[in-house]
């Protein structure tokens, strides 16, 4: 099984510019996160996704949309792409909401110059 | 809200010698995980730990949800136990995993 799949892995974005962070499940879990980690700290929510059909704004959300477009899918977009936005990003999946265990995406590395 | 709060943020042994890492939580948790991120950058699942004790191998965990921490214990440590290790907690006022700061472990030869 693959788990959780994320693409791209790598990318360089120049400000101002937009992209969207894809990521799939194959383990048929309900509900789907994003999280940002920057340098020496942990990762922190975005947004989420507690089921098919419904989004929640997370920790951080802001210069973020999300859609989650079928059960597998969880896509993260960046509409207009500043440095702040320099992060690590992790896509995850758990079978429901808070009481089942996490499985992580590998992570995209994004640099907005 | 919630609080995590992992100690010691830096460690470093030399092979084969046992460690443990703590997590300390303000709240009650509906879940508990530990991760390793790997100088790759990898998050791997170590223990899903709301409560009570677990052993893989070298690794084992132990929660005590009552007084708000838990343990991560690494014996007979390997190179390859080098990283940084999570604590993460579910809790009932929020979605998704509040994460400690992490304990960045370098295990030399």
């Known amino acids: 099984n693959a788990g959780v799949t994320q693409t791209p892995k790598f990318q360089v974005l120049k400000t101002g510019q937009s992209m969207t962070l894809q990521c799939a499940q194959d383990?048929?879990?309900?509900?789907m996160y994003w999280y940002r980690q920057d340098p020496g700290m942990g990762l922190r929510l975005i947004y989420y996704?507690?089921?098919?059909?419904?989004?929640d704004k997370g920790e951080v959300p802001n210069g973020y949309n999300v859609s989650r477009l079928n059960k597998r899918e969880f896509s993260l977009r960046l509409e207009s792409a500043a440095p702040s936005q320099t992060s690590v990003y992790f896509c995850?999946?758990?079978?429901?909401?808070?009481?089942?265990?996490?499985?992580f995406g590998q992570g995209t590395r994004l640099t907005v110059v | 809200g919630i609080q995590v709060e992992q100690s010691p943020p830096d460690l470093i042994l030399q092979e084969g010698a046992n460690s443990t890492l703590r997590c300390n939580f303000s709240?009650?948790?509906?879940?508990l995980q530990w991760f390793h991120q790997n100088p790759w950058g990898q998050l791997i699942n170590l223990f899903y730990?709301?409560?009570g004790t677990k052993q893989n191998g070298r690794l084992s965990a132990t929660t005590v949800a009552t007084e708000r921490y838990s343990l991560l214990y690494i014996s007979s440590s390997q190179t390859t136990d080098s990283g940084v290790y999570f604590c993460?907690?579910?809790?009932?006022?929020?979605?998704?995993?509040?994460f400690g700061k992490g304990t960045h472990l370098i295990i030399q030869p």
């Open positions: 993460a907690v579910a809790w009932g006022g929020a979605d998704g995993l509040t």
């Open positions: 383990m048929n879990h309900n509900s």
């Open positions: 995850a999946s758990s079978a429901s909401r808070m009481n089942t265990e996490a499985f």
């Open positions: 709240d009650s948790v509906n879940n």
């Open positions: 730990i709301p409560s």
């Open positions: 996704s507690a089921s098919e059909g419904t989004t």
